[in-house]
């Protein structure tokens, strides 16, 4: 299966992405991506939001989409990006793409809503030749109790509303346990006004063991 269909959120999506773009969330794709090089595989490209920030370096970017609607507007990024970006449609449980032939791969903002997140990684750390990056932004559980109950019970309605998203996954301690080393990692709340149970994100790499 390559295409997994979200119409609504789809449509709502770009929308609300573009105002976290303004409240520090473009610095924070500027930050995953800065010093990326070689050849790059993008899973769940969404629209194409982090195009715009690949740098000179990066000879090829292979993106990967399964939502229809969101893959045709990554499509229309793509031809304006400053690196070769292609558009693919897939799912990040399942590659088309050959073993160890990927300098980078690019997780972002997508671990919550793939089907099997595991499997996610282990088909990431495939394509990966040894040494290569896995540079993640994500949002993940949060380090209280208080907080992690306020995410499970979000987690009951979440996905159905926002694309499969869910916001209790401990998306950084799978990663690191998934054949990666991870060389940095930064935790923060964003946005920090109390109350969103998306609020905890990860910046890092890792790197194939």
């Keep these: 299966m390559t295409d997994l269909r979200h119409p609504i959120f789809a ?3 770009p929308r609300l992405d573009a105002a976290t773009a303004k409240a520090g969330g473009s610095e924070h794709r500027a930050e995953l991506l800065a010093g990326a090089s070689g050849r790059v595989l993008e899973v769940g490209a969404g629209y194409g939001a982090n195009f715009a920030h690949y740098p000179p370096e990066v000879t090829e970017v292979v993106a990967v989409e ?13 031809a304006r990006a400053p690196v070769p970006v292609t558009v693919r449609p897939g799912v990040a449980e399942d590659l088309d793409a050959d073993d160890a032939s990927f300098d980078v791969a690019v997780a972002s903002l997508v671990l919550c809503s793939v089907r099997d ?4 990684l282990a088909e990431l750390r495939r394509v990966l030749r040894p040494g290569g990056e896995l540079r993640y932004y994500e949002h993940v559980r949060g380090s209280t109790p208080g907080k992690v109950r306020f995410q499970r019970w979000t987690d009951v309605v979440w996905p159905y509303l926002a694309g499969g998203c869910h916001v209790s996954r401990r998306t950084d301690e799978w990663i690191a346990g998934s054949g990666f080393t991870v060389r940095t990692e930064r935790r923060f709340e964003f946005p920090e006004t109390r109350g969103n149970p998306a609020s905890p994100h990860v910046i890092g790499i890792a790197v194939r063991d």
């Design 11 to 13: 449509r709502l999506y």
């Design 66 to 78: 399964p939502e229809p609607r969101l893959r045709a507007g990554a499509a229309a990024r793509a």
């Design 117 to 120: 997140p595991v499997r996610a």
